[in-house]
């Protein structure tokens, strides 16, 4: 069965420093991965989406993500974290449906910015 | 830019008693879905739904639970009898399409909390 996995419960960093969010996934075929980011009374926002092609993906705010398929991993990276990226960040792999899919997610991982 | 509304943003009902959560999908959508996250658990898809019936559903939906569209905006989800265990955030989301390259787009979520 998928599933995703991020180690993290919650991570700080300080402002300006570069950050890794975790996640790794368990899914029989290509998967279809996800990060979205939830800020505080907000809805959970797509930052990337990984399904075929360019392994590095770029997505919005400024956020990349690899996919290495050996490790089974898709980790978000940001290379200076501003403290509007305080929110938390949750991975997930699309499971097929007979006629759509729906989202397998992880459990969320807190970003907590230092100034 | 669009967004998926929902309301209320929180809601405190007694157990036993019905409970009727309101989405405004973006509107030119015709995918609507509906997704649960119980306090320090993972989010969990509740349903799908098209052309006014259930695509999919999970097995956490059950027969407690109904979906409708009653006009050409709204889409509600109603618990029929709340229990404790139905405490959780309730998130709607709409997609363009279907299948893995339409995006999900999520509302804020309703905080359900049955007493």
């Known amino acids: 069965a998928q599933s995703v996995t991020q180690p993290d419960i919650h991570i700080t960093v300080s402002e300006g420093a570069s950050l890794e969010l975790r996640c790794n996934y368990s899914?029989?075929?290509?998967?279809?991965l996800f990060w979205y980011v939830q800020s505080p009374g907000q809805g959970l926002q797509l930052l990337l989406k990984?399904?075929?092609?360019d392994t590095l993906v770029q997505g919005i705010k400024g956020f990349e993500a690899e996919f290495k398929r050996s490790q089974s991993s898709f980790n978000l990276r940001k290379p200076s974290v501003h403290w509007s990226d305080a929110a938390e960040y949750f991975c997930?792999?699309?499971?097929?449906?007979?006629?759509?899919?729906?989202?397998?997610w992880g459990a969320g991982t807190k970003l907590i910015i230092k100034p | 830019e669009p967004e998926v509304t929902q309301t209320p943003s929180h809601q405190v009902t007694q157990m036993g008693q019905e409970v009727i959560l309101r989405c405004v999908p973006i509107?030119?959508?015709?995918?609507f879905y509906w997704y649960r996250q119980i306090l320090g658990q993972k989010v969990e898809f509740l349903v799908s739904?098209?052309?006014?019936?259930?695509?999919?559903k999970s097995e956490i939906f059950d027969d407690q639970f109904s979906v409708e569209r009653p006009d050409g905006s709204n889409f509600t989800l109603k618990i029929r009898s709340t229990k404790l265990e139905d405490s959780a955030m309730y998130f709607c989301?709409?997609?363009?399409?279907?299948?893995?390259?339409?995006?999900?787009?999520f509302g804020p979520g309703t905080r359900l909390t049955v007493t």
């Open positions: 989301a709409s997609s363009a399409g279907t299948g893995i390259p339409y995006e999900q787009y």
């Open positions: 509107s030119n959508h015709l995918y």
């Open positions: 739904f098209y052309n006014n019936e259930i695509s999919e």
């Open positions: 899914y029989g075929a290509t998967p279809y």
């Open positions: 990984y399904f075929s092609g």
């Open positions: 997930a792999v699309a499971k097929p449906l007979d006629s759509n899919y729906q989202l397998i």
